[in-house]
């Protein structure tokens, strides 16, 4: 493809996050430093204002590690998808994009990380009346009991074909999850590396023409259910009597008090 750089021979490059999708930075790259980017596999800008080539994290540390580069139709700006080893912002900001100009009242803002972000702040600064800090106060126990539970209302909306009830408690087992998550440490970024790892194992796998591949023999998801089944068996007699709502974003419960 041929790039369309402007009269002074840049390119915006918008560096986004490759496991969250967090916009980091916008920074320029002219003919040179975009090819040293491909050849260094990390990004390396023009700078603007001191006219010089600026490898990210050459004083910082925080390298940006390239996983993929797409132009846009017009070919005449970037994105670049990184790994980033430190925040992106030279203010120490993850991003550089946090001072908020406008936020619509009524399309609501979402991401994964931004969910997990808010349950993890229920752990680490405790609030009163907050079902997540409720969660945590109880404990593991209590935690992995709302997963199985959660798990077993998806398969029954599931067997019913019911499109809303089904989208309704996977909202319900997704949080309760990220809540397990925050609780045994484990981050977005991490799950999302399993995920990319498994269907890398799958294409690879595939490639080489083999029929199972290591998704379909270790990661099966009817295994994965099956394990949840087994664990949230005990809890179908007390589900059957009084339905328990997760509890999300208001605190006051995701779909309930």
Same mark, same amino acid.
């Given at each position: 493809m041929?790039?369309? @750089?402007?009269?002074?021979g840049?390119?915006?490059?918008? !560096?986004?996050?490759? &496991?969250?999708?967090e916009?980091?930075?916008?920074?320029?790259?002219?003919?040179?430093t975009l090819?040293?980017?491909? /050849?260094?596999g990390?990004?390396?800008f023009?700078?603007?204002?001191?006219q010089e080539?600026?490898?990210k994290?050459e004083?910082?540390?925080?390298?940006?590690?390239v !996983?993929s580069?797409?132009?846009?139709?017009?070919?005449? /700006?970037?994105v670049?998808? !990184?790994?980033k080893?430190g #925040?992106?912002?030279?203010?120490?900001?993850?991003?550089?994009? @946090?001072? %908020?100009? &406008?936020?619509? #009242? %009524?399309?609501k803002? @979402?991401?994964?990380?931004?969910? &997990?972000d808010?349950i993890?702040?229920?752990?680490?600064? #405790?609030?009163e009346?907050?079902y997540?800090?409720?969660? @945590?106060?109880?404990?593991? %126990?209590k935690?992995?009991?709302?997963?199985?539970?959660?798990?077993?209302?998806v398969?029954?909306?599931g067997?019913?074909?019911?499109? /809303?009830?089904t989208?309704?408690e996977?909202?319900?087992l997704a &949080?309760?999850?990220?809540?397990?998550?925050?609780?045994a440490?484990i981050?977005?970024?991490?799950?999302?590396r399993?995920?990319?790892n498994a269907?890398l194992?799958?294409?690879?796998?595939?490639?080489?023409?083999c029929?199972?591949?290591?998704?379909?023999?270790?990661?099966s998801?009817?295994s994965?259910v099956?394990?949840?089944c087994?664990?949230?068996?005990?809890?179908?007699? %007390?589900m059957?009597?009084?339905?328990?709502?997760?509890?999300?974003?208001?605190?006051?419960?995701?779909?309930?008090?």
């Open positions: 041929d790039l369309k @750089f402007d009269e002074k840049l390119i915006p490059a918008i !560096v986004q996050d490759h &496991y969250t999708k916009v980091l930075t916008l920074a320029y790259m002219n003919a040179e090819a040293l980017t491909i /050849a260094e990390r990004t390396v023009w700078s603007r204002s001191r080539i600026w490898r994290g004083t910082s540390g925080n390298v940006q590690r !996983v580069i797409t132009a846009d139709c017009d070919a005449d /700006a970037l670049v998808e !990184v790994v080893s #925040p992106a912002c030279h203010t120490g900001a993850e991003s550089c994009f @946090f001072n %908020e100009v &406008y936020v619509s #009242p %009524e399309l803002q @979402f991401s994964w990380q931004g969910l &997990y808010l993890k702040g229920r752990k680490t600064s #405790p609030k009346g907050s997540t800090t409720y969660l @945590f106060e109880k404990g593991k %126990e935690i992995l009991k709302k997963v199985g539970e959660e798990c077993t209302e398969i029954i909306a067997e019913k074909e019911d499109k /809303a009830e989208v309704y996977i909202s319900d &949080y309760h999850v990220l809540v397990l998550m925050v609780q440490g981050t977005v970024e991490d799950v999302t399993e995920l990319e269907t194992s799958t294409t690879r796998s595939n490639r080489k023409g029929s199972d591949s290591l998704w379909q023999i270790t990661r998801p009817v994965i099956t394990r949840r087994v664990m949230a068996k005990s809890t179908l007699q %007390e059957a009597s009084s339905r328990v709502c997760a509890g999300g974003l208001t605190d006051s419960g995701l779909h309930g008090p």
